[in-house]
């Protein structure tokens, strides 16, 4: 009934919101940022439908903004400059809505980054690959595998070293 | 079937998501920093289903980012903060998926927005009402009178000066 398109709507954000605005989008492109690249993980993470995942990773990258390789999914260079807009949304979130569980660092100096993804230290806009991944001390939270894993302080777009406990079982 | 939330999902971007990720959603918010207050003007703009008009404007009050003033809707302080993740997502889809209507200027000191919706010369990001949009000569586009009032450069916020033509017609 509704479509995903916005016929007639000439402004570049329905062209955005044509590749990211269905349910769940932003969320699988969240997680690429932060390493995750396998289909498993996205299921562990998410408890999305994997119908609803496959066809919203398939969207991804006829869309240019992940694309397939040698271990899984990644970022392409266009996708990995929607960091700007990830950073954003959630720190409106988290000054309106709910408290983020990360905070975000500019690799280089170690400041915390400003409005606009800016570090205000060096009055850049830092690009993924040079911003910390920094977990706040939340205590609770998801109990999966990947999301324990994300626990450390990290770099966005690094994979995260995961390895599932039941491989070191017994 | 799909619901709007994302139970589970414990970060700042599911919550930001759960008010803005609805289909029409951040269109219809886009529409309110241009100028948009009245009902009848988010019509003409977006061919939007009425009831999927209302409800939307509905729950863009309930969670605080409209209100509702003697002359139609508002952005509130929380709403208007909303800008440099609007600014962010056209910018994306600017450089990635379909050029953008407008250009958008730091008014006191008339430079082009940089990444971050940040001012190059003065190393602040504005608050949307010192926004100068610069509608781009693109040619074409939408005919209705609420689009044509929007080809004029303006601030952010600034209600559009808008006559229907019938009341100037005979």
């Given amino acids: 009934m509704l479509g995903k398109d916005y016929e007639g709507q000439e402004c570049a954000l329905a062209s955005t919101l044509e590749v990211l605005g269905e349910r769940w989008t932003l969320l699988i492109v969240r997680d690429a940022f932060f390493g995750v690249r396998r289909y498993?993980?996205?299921?562990?993470?998410?408890?999305?439908?994997?119908?609803?995942?496959?066809?919203?990773?398939?969207?991804?990258?006829?869309?240019?903004?992940?694309?397939?390789?040698?271990?899984?999914?990644?970022?392409?260079?266009?996708?990995?400059?929607?960091?700007?807009?990830?950073?954003?949304?959630?720190?409106?979130?988290?000054?309106?809505?709910?408290?983020?569980?990360?905070?975000?660092?500019?690799?280089?100096?170690?400041?915390?980054?400003?409005?606009?993804?800016?570090?205000?230290?060096?009055?850049?806009?830092?690009?993924?690959?040079?911003?910390?991944?920094?977990?706040r001390a939340t205590g609770g939270g998801r109990t999966d595998p990947v999301s324990i894993a994300m626990r450390a302080p990290r770099r966005l777009l690094e994979p995260i070293d995961y390895r599932a406990p039941s491989r070191f079982a017994a």
Same sequence: chains 1, 2.
Avoid: F, K, M, Q
């Fill in 40 to 135: 498993s993980d996205w299921v562990a993470r998410l408890d999305i439908p994997r119908a609803v995942l496959s066809e919203r990773l398939r969207g991804l990258v006829a869309s240019g903004i992940l694309e397939r390789g040698a271990d899984g999914y990644d970022l392409t260079e266009a996708g990995a400059e929607l960091w700007p807009a990830l950073h954003a949304l959630i720190g409106w979130g988290h000054r309106h809505r709910r408290p983020s569980t990360n905070s975000y660092r500019h690799a280089a100096c170690d400041t915390e980054l400003g409005p606009g993804a800016t570090c205000p230290a060096c009055g850049v806009v830092p690009p993924a690959r040079d911003v910390l991944v920094v977990p």
